[in-house]
């Protein structure tokens, strides 16, 4: 491996948790040279988590969300301009300043951005929000407590149902539009998509299943009125919030060579990017939700996690690849991540797509609080806690063990252990 | 470019706590109540920014959490 | 010594003062089969897997059979219906899910950080207490005169037990705590010693418990007494809510003494730290997790395996006894840079001094305010304190470890700050 060179200067694209964790890890590792992060929009590297609960609720100011430094950077910061191009060649970013920066070693965090409406003059009608910056947030926040009639939130994913349970905190009316059979049933299997479901419908939620919009209209004044849905049925709304998934942000990188496309940045298994022909750069790294990697625990197969704790692990593992200072082994952190609705707090590690069966464990849906473990092929992928979080260490365990499922036979709190299919919604797509 | 200016003092702390991480042993909501909460039985929330005033409890919620999980930067104090 | 005997070794009291070398022997098999069956998990990575495993349970109390007494209403009547409730009525600290989270819940509703906090504040003032009654002395007992009375008011206070009552438990329970303490487990007569402990104890609190029914008070036994919904009221059963407060009230005697005791054990060895505390009281919370580590309270707990778990090169059997040596843990180098070192300069402890997982403490910010309040009073303001028995006595148990007195020398006692 090529070490950096002492007067180097390392590059970071996206002032994002993995790209602050990212040049963190570079210093850490003992590269002394220039440091430059770049950043489109013009805040201080944020948490996202909170946006679409505490910000929402108010309970914290949209700029409160700052993320601490955990070492001292000493780097230059170019916030409020975006990246628009790579020219690997000259190794040099191209900003949209009209400035370029050259390069020595370059870490792609440029994570994603919320997938918009899909009818542009629709989505061009006052009250119509997706939620993914500090921005958005704030917006939102505005929108909420100016007092809506009804709140639409289109798409039941993670976001979906987390905007609707800080809605319902507010007490706001919630109508909640999914075309799958039960919130984050994609995700997590029809089971668990139901029990996701009650949880909504306890919590005043009107939850929407099997159905999409077909439209939004709007009045003279160009504010969204109601949405008509595809079952003919329509929802009277004054806010909605667009909640369809997000797209990774990408476009910088066409014309690079680099395979890159709406999944993400292809990368190796050690973190350096991929050019068409697929040999690695060993000049650039990607991490956080941007780069698509083969997961050694799932066979290889190239994946791209929108999830907190890969932009922490991903992003160190990148600025230490870049410092020179990885051995070049595989990339292989456990994926995991927890989403709170309501009051109750999901959480889960490894990857439930692919998985054929899956068994209640530990306690029972009608406590509240259990856990669900997921196998494909007779191993063990994922396991899910709603409440139960304490206990899914021992199944992230069994998971990196490749243990045959189900992988706890006999223990405490088990109550029969039911093999039942996962019930993913036919449309299931890869993502 | 220079590096971004020092915060101005009396600027808050800055806190994150990694939620994959954390399995609601609550030791912050005791350490510092202001500024940790649970909701529910595991759902934490806890304010990202508190008063630089709240040093110290807010250091009794980081040394306390049993999986280590809070993350502190304390503008005035560099370096920790 | 064999491998095989190195925990039996820990149980003998001529290693009590320092067991640590033998953890560090046991460390060399992570999970290790001792002759008498009994599998030692030492190393750090091995328990904290274990301490989140299902298939290890906490319900390793052996049945209770109380002793014949030739009264034929107790034999076959009084005493059967006794033993069956005592069985199926454990405190949580024996159970396992779900029982375990339902009682659990129900105290810590009544675990208010309002409540704890209000002990904080009279920690301190306790603490004060406590050392102006020394301000003549040139020598103290730090154990009788502060890290057994101050735990001891605290845990009476926040349950609502009257502390004129204090001394007619306190020797029930050290024989309770004695439970902890493997050999005890297995000994039948110190088990049935154990069950008239439980009996005297029992009869008290349910006295206590009707006593709070018809005078509520603003503490944990008047909450934990009330009906469900009702003054906060947890709605527990009465032979639950007996066993939980014995736990309570034992757990509150026997562990906390020992981290005030063995803190000020480690800062009278380490006399440049103890001064640093004096002047540093900022440091007060980084220092208890050291200590934490370094020399916990509660040296390991046991568990039983429900079905046989792989783990660390060795497959611990199905029924088997597992002890999870935390005190080890604690000390293992793969996790901590010098670990032997007492550093409360070192970053991101993530110790076993409370255990872990679901069993992880009940009290423990309540411990953690009071060694505060007591370790910086006491570095502020014990003159030039000497211990006078290096090491000093301990008290027998080895699960629950600490010193019996600590006798120190002192120059006097500087007044209150």
């Not at chain 1, 000493?74 to 050259?102: C, F, Q, T, Y």
């Amino acid at each position: 491996m090529t070490g950096i060179p002492a007067e180097g200067h390392a590059v970071v694209v996206g002032a994002s948790l993995a790209g602050l964790r990212g040049a963190e890890a570079l210093r850490r590792a003992g590269f002394a040279g220039r440091l430059t992060l770049i950043g489109d929009e013009p805040h201080r590297p944020y948490d996202r988590p909170p946006l679409s609960k505490a910000v929402l609720t108010g309970d914290i100011a949209p700029e409160a969300t700052s993320l601490p430094n955990l070492h001292a950077l000493d780097a230059e910061w170019r916030l409020g301009v975006a990246a628009i191009g790579l020219d690997r060649e000259a190794r040099e970013v191209r900003l949209a300043d009209g400035a370029s920066l050259s390069y020595d070693r370059l870490l792609i965090a440029t994570g994603s951005r919320a997938r918009s409406w899909p009818n542009p003059a629709e989505a061009g009608l006052a009250g119509i929000h997706t939620l993914r910056g500090r921005d958005d947030a704030a917006a939102l926040r505005r929108a909420l407590d100016a007092g809506p009639k009804r709140v639409l939130i289109i798409g039941a994913g993670f976001i979906g149902c987390e905007v609707a349970a800080s809605c319902r905190a507010l007490d706001r009316a919630v109508t909640l539009i999914d075309p799958g059979p039960a919130p984050l049933a994609r995700i997590l299997g029809q089971p668990v998509g139901e029990i996701v479901a009650a949880l909504h419908r306890a919590l005043g939620v009107d939850l929407r299943s099997r159905t999409k919009v077909a439209r939004l209209e709007g009045d003279a004044s160009g504010r969204v009125v109601r949405a008509i849905l595809e079952d003919g049925g329509t929802v009277e709304t004054d806010l909605v919030v667009v909640a369809l998934g997000a797209v990774r942000n990408t476009k910088w990188l066409s014309g690079s060579g680099l395979d890159a496309g709406p999944d993400g940045v292809l990368c190796d298994g050690a973190g350096y990017v991929l050019d068409a022909e697929g040999r690695p750069d060993r000049a650039i790294a990607a991490a956080g939700d941007v780069a698509r990697f083969p997961h050694p625990l799932y066979d290889g197969r190239p994946v791209a996690l929108e999830h907190w704790g890969h932009a922490v692990a991903q992003g160190d593992h990148a600025g230490r690849l870049l410092a020179g200072a990885e051995t070049g082994a595989a990339y292989a952190e456990m994926p995991a991540f927890w989403s709170s609705q309501g009051g109750v707090t999901i959480k889960s590690v490894g990857l439930t797509e692919g998985a054929d069966a899956m068994v209640f464990a530990q306690g029972t849906p009608k406590e509240g609080r259990f856990v669900v473990v997921y196998g494909a092929k007779g191993r063990c992928i994922a396991a899910l806690s709603f409440d139960s979080g304490r206990w899914l260490p021992a199944y992230a365990e069994q998971i990196a063990a490749r243990a045959p499922f189900p992988p706890i036979r006999v223990g405490v709190d088990l109550h029969g252990l039911a093999v039942l299919p996962p019930g993913f919604p036919e449309e299931r797509t890869s993502s | 470019m220079p590096d971004l200016p020092p915060p101005p003092t009396g600027s808050p702390l800055r806190v994150t706590v990694d939620l994959n991480r954390c399995q609601a042993y609550a030791q912050c909501c005791y350490a510092a109540p202001e500024h940790f909460v649970l909701h529910g039985r595991e759902a934490l929330f806890y304010d990202p920014a508190p008063s630089a005033s709240d040093r110290l409890a807010i250091e009794r919620a980081r040394v306390s959490c049993p999986v280590q999980a809070i993350r502190v930067e304390d503008p005035e104090r560099q370096g920790r | 010594m064999k491998a095989g005997r190195l925990f039996e070794a820990v149980k003998d009291e001529a290693n009590r003062a320092d067991p640590y070398p033998l953890y560090a022997r046991l460390r060399e098999t992570p999970v290790s089969r001792q002759d008498d069956g009994t599998y030692v998990v030492s190393t750090h990575a091995a328990i904290t897997s274990l301490l989140h495993d299902p298939r290890i349970s906490s319900e390793t109390l052996p049945p209770s059979e109380r002793p014949r007494t030739g009264n034929p209403l107790s034999d076959w009547i009084v005493n059967p219906v006794k033993d069956h409730l005592t069985n199926t009525h454990r405190p949580f600290i024996f159970r396992d899910p779900p029982d375990h989270d339902r009682l659990r819940m129900a105290v810590m509703g009544q675990f208010t950080h309002q409540r704890v906090h209000a002990m904080r504040g009279r920690s301190h003032d306790l603490v004060a207490d406590l050392l102006d009654k020394q301000r003549d002395a040139s020598r103290l007992d730090l154990v009788c005169d502060v890290a057994y009375p101050l735990p001891v008011t605290v845990i009476c206070e926040m349950l609502g037990v009257p502390p004129e009552d204090e001394p007619q438990f306190h020797g029930w329970a050290t024989q309770l705590a004695s439970a902890l303490e493997p050999d005890n487990l297995g000994n039948a007569e110190a088990r049935a010693k154990n069950i008239t402990t439980f009996d005297e104890i029992s009869t008290y609190m349910r006295g206590l418990i009707k006593e709070k029914r018809r005078h509520p008070q603003d503490d944990m036994l008047s909450g934990m007494s009330g009906e469900s919904g009702k003054n906060g009221g947890a709605g527990m059963g009465e032979v639950d809510l007996i066993a939980t407060a014995i736990l309570l009230l034992v757990a509150g005697h026997e562990t906390t003494v020992n981290l005030i005791a063995n803190s000020m054990l480690a800062l009278v060895r380490h006399p440049d730290i103890l001064a640093r505390l004096a002047g540093e009281s900022d440091l007060a919370p980084r220092l208890i997790e050291e200590m934490l580590r370094y020399d916990p309270p509660v040296h390991f707990r046991t568990r039983t395996a429900l079905s046989a778990i792989d783990i660390a090169g060795t497959t611990i059997p199905e029924g088997a006894d597992i002890v999870l040596l935390l005190a080890s843990g604690n000390r293992d180098p793969a996790v901590f840079r010098d670990p032997d070192r007492f550093d409360p300069d070192r970053p991101n402890i993530r110790h076993f001094g409370f255990g872990g997982g679901l069993h992880y403490c009940a009290g423990a910010p309540l411990a953690r305010f009071e060694a505060e309040a007591a370790l910086v009073a006491l570095a502020q303001r014990l003159v030039h304190p000497r211990l006078i028995d290096d090491p000093p006595p301990y008290r027998s148990g080895a699960a629950l470890r600490g010193p019996m007195h600590l006798r120190l020398a002192i120059d006097g006692v500087a007044p209150r700050r």
